[in-house]
């Protein structure tokens, strides 16, 4: 626990830091200006004369800048700095200001802003944490193959099964187009089909259960990938809405409405794989023993169960409501306020329920999950992946969300 602390609170201070950038940055621009135009004698300088005290003050705005605007292209920052430059000499030379303008300051400010440029470069590769929270520049979406078309799910849009889906989802009080209900299964087809590949899972012709169905967003991926799928929940609308989803993508799948999953009808080591995709919160914490017992039933020897997009008990903030420090109140916390909160699912929990039947087989999965979909490691999954290196367990357990692969002996 206090490792999590520690890990979410360096996510907040990053935040907090990148937040500050920009006034940073023109405080220290307008600074700069003042003491450019104020008396000589009574200006600030580092003692090393003119062009030091030039070369130094460029050299800070361009990082800051470079910092405060990460998705600024280099040569924007560069000739706009320039420009300031060339303007500090412009107002020098007036006679009001009475100080000197001389065009080699110029090119003193111009050197230090090329020199501060390729400073920002590097340090974008080794710190990206600097710049960004969770994402490297350019990566606004989840990357696809070259030449891969905008969506790799084929759906029938004016289908029978398209209006049935769009009925079912204004039936059950959603919105068709929101992205957690008809655009989840192209999100996944992004995300999950990543970690898949990530943990070198092949679903191709495998016998594959999803626990927790939900809208049927993993279904279509799972299934549209060759997997021999079956899928339970435990509310009979999300199994009849993961119908509808399957067909207008033009797929089908083994549906069951499971009032009580602590009992399946399976028999005994059905599936190659299993898949817990942000479920397990949900699960009432006195059933995780016996519904995690269940799966390990299910599963076949070598067989993995992987748990992915589980709000972490631990954060600061709970991912799915967004309200901070709730994870930290007791449920007696729930009846003053006069109804339930959610809340995350605790690692520890989870890691009681698969002792002695699951053994972690993250493995370097993780790192390369967050690789596949992000294009490199943020600073916070390098905090967690330290942690990991650390105690030789995956960082999967430390993160907002748990992540864990693991695999029946």
């Given at each position: 626990m206090p490792g999590h602390f520690c890990f979410d609170l360096m996510?907040?201070?990053?935040?907090?830091w990148l937040r500050s950038l920009r006034p940073l940055f023109w405080g220290a621009l307008l600074f700069s200006y003042v003491c450019a135009v104020m008396p000589d004698e009574g200006a600030p300088s580092f003692g090393e004369g003119d062009k030091?005290?030039?070369?130094?003050?460029?050299l800070v705005l361009t990082l800051l800048a470079s910092m405060a605007y990460p998705r600024r292209s280099r040569g924007t920052i560069g000739v706009g700095l320039s420009f300031y430059g060339a303007f500090i000499e412009?107002?020098?030379a007036m006679p009001i200001v009475g100080r000197d303008a001389d065009v080699t300051d110029w090119i003193a400010d111009t050197a230090a802003i090329i020199v501060g440029i390729v400073i920002g470069v590097v340090l974008r590769r080794v710190l990206p944490g600097l710049f960004f929270v969770d994402r490297p520049p350019g990566v606004d979406r989840l990357p696809r193959e070259a030449g891969a078309p905008k969506s790799c799910l084929p759906l029938q849009k004016e289908s029978a099964s398209q209006k049935e889906f769009e009925a079912l989802a204004k039936a059950g009080g959603f919105d068709p187009d929101d992205l957690w209900v008809g655009g989840y299964a192209e999100y996944e087809w992004h995300h999950l089909r990543h970690l898949l590949a990530a943990y070198a899972i092949d679903i191709d012709g495998a016998d594959v259960l999803e626990f927790g169905c939900n809208v049927g967003g993993?279904?279509?991926?799972?299934a549209a990938l060759g997997a021999n799928l079956s899928a339970v929940d435990i509310d009979p609308d999300m199994v009849a809405l993961t119908r509808a989803n399957l067909a207008r993508h033009g797929l089908t799948a083994q549906l069951h409405h499971v009032a009580d999953t602590r009992t399946m009808a399976f028999p005994d080591a059905?599936?190659?794989?299993?898949?817990?995709?942000?479920?397990?919160?949900?699960?009432?914490p006195a059933y995780l023993n016996a519904i995690v017992a269940e799966l390990h039933r299910l599963l076949r020897p070598g067989g993995r169960l992987l748990v992915c997009g589980t709000a972490n008990r631990l954060a600061l903030r709970e991912r799915h409501s967004g309200r901070w420090l709730v994870n930290y109140t007791p449920k007696a916390f729930d009846n003053l306020i006069g109804k339930p909160l959610q809340r995350g699912l605790h690692p520890g929990q989870l890691a009681r329920a698969t002792a002695g039947r699951l053994a972690d087989a993250t493995g370097e999965g993780w790192s390369n999950g967050r690789a596949l979909i992000h294009g490199r490691l943020?600073?916070?999954?390098?905090l967690a992946q330290i942690w990991g290196d650390i105690t030789g367990r995956s960082p999967g357990w430390l993160t907002p969300y748990i992540e864990v692969l693991f695999r029946k002996p």
């Open positions: 996510v907040v201070m990053q935040k907090l030091t005290d030039h070369v130094m003050a460029f412009f107002s020098q993993s279904s279509v991926v799972l059905s599936f190659d794989f299993i898949l817990a995709n942000s479920v397990f919160e949900y699960v009432e943020a600073l916070s999954a390098r």
